[in-house]
């Protein structure tokens, strides 16, 4: 193969043990990194148009709007139960954000390939240089920056209900934003799920399945005592969903937060590490069960 390289340098390169000069796109290691650059500006690509696509969706608009509302009804509430009012809005607007993200979360989760494979708009993609892999992460990450969007807009009205009912700047306002964090971690491992349980299955099985991961989650403890409590079958049951499930008890601080504690950091750290670790796992299994997956 005719490298460019003329007989002259080929000698002296193989005189002088040097490797010979090739152009740039011809060594190995520009070929890796323009293939690095080219499948994250693809999956940057899909990432923003499923950001689109949600904001399009007037649901994301309604439940945000349900929840500011939902939060000036825990200022008016808070009014009723004179020296509580910073517990009861922590607790009604941190819930409600929970809630509203779980319900956003699996609902669009779940429909993420399922719209693309029912519109056979997949084919389309699929027919570009655009890998099964890349579309799956591209989804996932633009759902998460519209459920991080949400998270803020939910936090800061929880911030500003905090600031009406104490009549100005408080440390208190700042404390909720550790626990929103984790909240928003949580939404991600639940996306994570609902990706891998609609890379093979039917969107409402999906949902359901991805809601039952969400119950048992915050429940890990109960089934770590009924496995050293049970025997036999139902021992090995309890233990393997223990240990497969994603321990969403880390991140229930909600009504610690509604009393003026924070996560330490060691917790918090933790939290998001664990998080982040079983989200890798999530989507690698997702692109791997997808990788099989006939369209036809």
Known sequence: MDTGLSTREETAARQTGAAPDLPAEARPGARASARMSGSLSRVAAIARNTFREAVRDRVLYNLVLFVLILTGGAVFLGELSAAQETKIIID??????????????IFVGVGLVYKEIERRTIYAIFAKPVGRA??????YLGLCLTLAVNVAVMGAGVSLALLYVRGGWSPVVLSIWPAVGLVYVELMILVAVALLFSSFSS???SALLTFAVFVIGHFSAGLKGLAATAGGAAR???AALYYLLPNLSNYAYITAASHGRTPTAGDFFGGVAYGLAYIA??????????????FK
């Open 236 to 238: 090995v049951l309890f």
């Open 92 to 105: 009604m607007g941190l819930s409600a954000a929970l809630l509203f993200g779980v319900f956003i979360a």
């Open 134 to 139: 890349e579309f799956l992460l591209g989804k």
């Open 203 to 205: 969107p409402a099985l």
């Open 281 to 294: 796992v999530l989507l690698a299994a997702s692109a791997l069960v997808f990788q099989r997956r006939n």
